[in-house]
């Protein structure tokens, strides 16, 4: 008698799930079955890297950016030769590392790579589960995963890559960001109200002028800050030694004390903000409770604006926009959104001010930007049990930094992780690829230390590809 192979279950295919079977194919040095559940035919875009407009660029240069943990240029070396033309080798690779290509074009590259990754391993059984997970069932050391068109699939452990959930509808009465429209109903817009001022902002607005519209874009958001430029050239991180304060205020002071100051020397402040990125887990979830609370409340759309940033190209589009008068900035909150006739009617309390003010537009788009979905019947489930509970802020789940998910009780729940933004709450930066890559590589190294669960003893010729 033998023991089963490892079942690891991955569910979300998104780039974070695919990031993560990467990871599992590449750690887990044995036999094992990797099941990966999606119920799109995407494999690894979600919603960042999909088909929503091919035009959309990254906002992260080509040279920082890699799906394979420990392989830091491994994009830049795939769309190297996808447009390798057998001239000109060295000006070509310097070229793409700082160029910011286009979203569609990276979720190509880690489809490529996720199939690579399982043709590389035949000692391992990959199965792609067309579904959405139900439920998740702790049985003590063992999990079973329900689906809505399939059957259970048990597992030793489930890594939840499902961070923006299934749902595209918003909760404002607004337009999704990409909801599709008939092209005419842009270019005959007048108005189109955005309400956020970040990225998807700058996505919906750019994209509604590539398909026609040409009148006002009324951008609202409560403290009216915009996305800032990536500096011209790409920079090095700059690392500052913060001081070891508990106090949002203070860290905030020093570094805006540390961006003025590499300014003064000719150093770029975006190098500050790049260098503090390493030990932002740290200083996440070294401050009280309530210092986070107070981040999120008053400091996170400074933040937000100076860390995701802008390629420098869009940035200039976007600043004509306003300079010509085609947009334009007001600073308050959108209270309620009602379907006007043809358009839209907002309520919009302006910032500072008790009295509310009506605006009817043509469209209205909710561009606040994509959050975990903390209620979709899978994540219930696993909170029913108390094998998974909430972050303190309710942006996602409570987790160690690997993502190990932490239950009711506060100890973790063996071989069951959650990855990517459905750790945001806990460990605040891992959004963005880099940092989803490394806590998906510390997942799998987890992984590869653990025994299947004793029960599932079984004869080894029983299990074959
Ligand atoms: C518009 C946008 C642009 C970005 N651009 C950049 C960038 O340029 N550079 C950078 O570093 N980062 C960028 N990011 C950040 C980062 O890459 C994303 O946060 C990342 O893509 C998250 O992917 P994900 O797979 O965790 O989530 P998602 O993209 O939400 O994918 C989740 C997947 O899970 C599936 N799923 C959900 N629920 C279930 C279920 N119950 N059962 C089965 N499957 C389920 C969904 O179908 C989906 O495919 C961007 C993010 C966004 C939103």
């Not at 099941?35 to 919603?47: H, K, N």
């Not at 600073?331 to 500072?352: I, Y």
């Not at 510390?442 to 004793?454: T, W």
Request: a neutral charge.
């Amino acid at each position: 008698m033998r023991k089963a192979p490892l079942t690891v279950g991955v569910v979300g295919g998104g780039f974070t799930g695919a990031a993560a079977a990467i990871a599992c194919l590449a750690r887990i040095d044995r036999p094992f079955r990797l099941v990966v559940v999606e119920p799109s035919a995407s494999l690894g875009r979600g919603v960042a890297y999909g088909a929503h407009h091919p035009l959309h660029l990254l906002n992260v240069r080509t040279r920082d950016l890699s799906v394979r943990a420990g392989q830091p240029g491994d994009f830049l070396n795939w769309a190297f030769r996808q447009l390798d033309q057998g001239e000109n080798h060295a000006g070509l690779h310097e070229g793409l590392a700082h160029t910011f290509l286009p979203r569609q074009l990276f979720g190509e590259y880690v489809r490529q790579r996720f199939f690579e990754a399982a043709e590389a391993r035949p000692d391992v059984e990959l199965t792609i589960v067309n579904a959405v997970a139900t439920a998740c069932i702790d049985d003590g050391g063992r999990f079973t995963l329900r689906f809505d068109r399939s059957e259970p699939l048990e597992a030793d452990c489930v890594l939840l890559a499902t961070a923006y959930g299934l749902s595209r509808s918003t909760t404002t009465g607004a337009l999704a960001p990409f909801e599709a429209l008939p092209s005419d109903r842009l270019a005959s817009a007048r108005s189109v109200a955005l309400i956020g001022s970040g990225l998807t902002m700058v996505d919906v607005l750019l994209s509604a002028r590539r398909d026609g519209f040409q009148g006002k874009a009324i951008v609202i958001s409560r403290r009216g800050q915009l996305p800032r430029p990536h500096a011209a050239k790409g920079v090095v991180p700059h690392e500052i030694g913060l001081p070891r304060s508990k106090r949002v205020s203070g860290l905030t002071g020093s570094v805006a004390i540390a961006c003025a100051t590499a300014e003064a020397h000719g150093t770029p402040w975006q190098s500050v903000i790049n260098g503090l990125r390493s030990s932002l887990q740290d200083i996440w979830r070294s401050l009280p409770v309530e210092e986070q609370s107070r981040f999120l409340r008053h400091v996170r759309p400074l933040w937000d604006a100076h860390r995701h940033r802008l390629p420098l190209e869009v940035h200039g589009r976007v600043e004509a926009e306003f300079a010509e008068g085609r947009a334009v900035l007001l600073r308050g909150s959108v209270t309620a959104v009602e379907q006007d006739g043809d358009g839209f009617r907002l309520t919009l309390r302006p910032r500072g001010s008790e009295r509310v003010e009506a605006l009817t537009v043509d469209l209205a788009f909710d561009c606040t930007g994509h959050r975990p979905d903390l209620n979709s019947p899978l994540i219930q489930s696993l909170v029913a049990q108390g094998a998974a509970r909430a972050d303190a802020h309710r942006l996602g789940l409570a987790v160690e930094p690997n993502g190990q998910i932490l239950s009711k009780s506060g100890a973790p729940t063996r071989g069951l992780f959650a990855l990517g933004p459905l750790c945001q709450g806990s460990l605040w930066e891992i959004t963005a690829v880099p940092e989803i890559v490394r806590q998906c590589d510390e997942a799998a190294l987890s992984l590869a230390k653990l025994e299947p669960s004793a029960e599932r003893e079984m004869e080894l010729s029983s299990y074959g590809r």
